[in-house]
Nanobody
Framework: QVQLVESGGGLVQAGDSLRLSCAAS????????MGWFRQAPGKEREFVAG????????NYADAVKGRFTISRDNAKSTVYLQMNSLKPEDTAVYYC????????????????WGQGTQVTVSS
């Protein structure tokens, strides 16, 4: 069992940066494949960034490619999402998720989810 807790969201202006953190409980964190998703009001949850099952590569949604970076620190059981050059369309609740056998980008294949953290970008 893994529990995930996100933090780092907030209200920022367009062009600003934020770093989201996702702290995981459990001694087997290193085994889990992690990703970030987001959900804007009235929209479906969408993939933002994630590690491949092998952990050797990262994938990003086209909308955030070049602006967002996912990273993890297994010693701290934490995964991060560095978000630069934020845009109003990045406004959403951001969720981290983890699973053992995931299909990257497919939320149905992630086993554990955090409660989400709100990111609001004003123009």
């Amino acid at each position: 069992q893994v529990q995930l807790v996100e933090s780092g969201g907030g209200l920022v202006q367009a062009g600003d940066s934020l770093r989201l953190s996702c702290a995981a409980s459990g001694r087997t964190f290193g085994r889990y494949v992690m990703g970030w998703f987001r959900q804007a009001p009235g929209k479906e949850r969408e993939f933002v960034a994630g590690f491949s099952w092998s952990g050797s590569t990262t994938n990003y949604a086209d909308a955030v490619k070049g602006r967002f970076t996912i990273s993890r620190d297994n010693a701290k059981s934490t995964v991060y999402l560095q978000m630069n050059s934020l845009k109003p369309e990045d406004t959403a609740v951001y969720y981290c998720a983890g699973g053992l056998r995931i299909s990257i980008g497919n939320p149905a294949t992630y086993d554990y989810w955090g409660q989400g953290t709100q990111v609001t970008v004003s123009s």
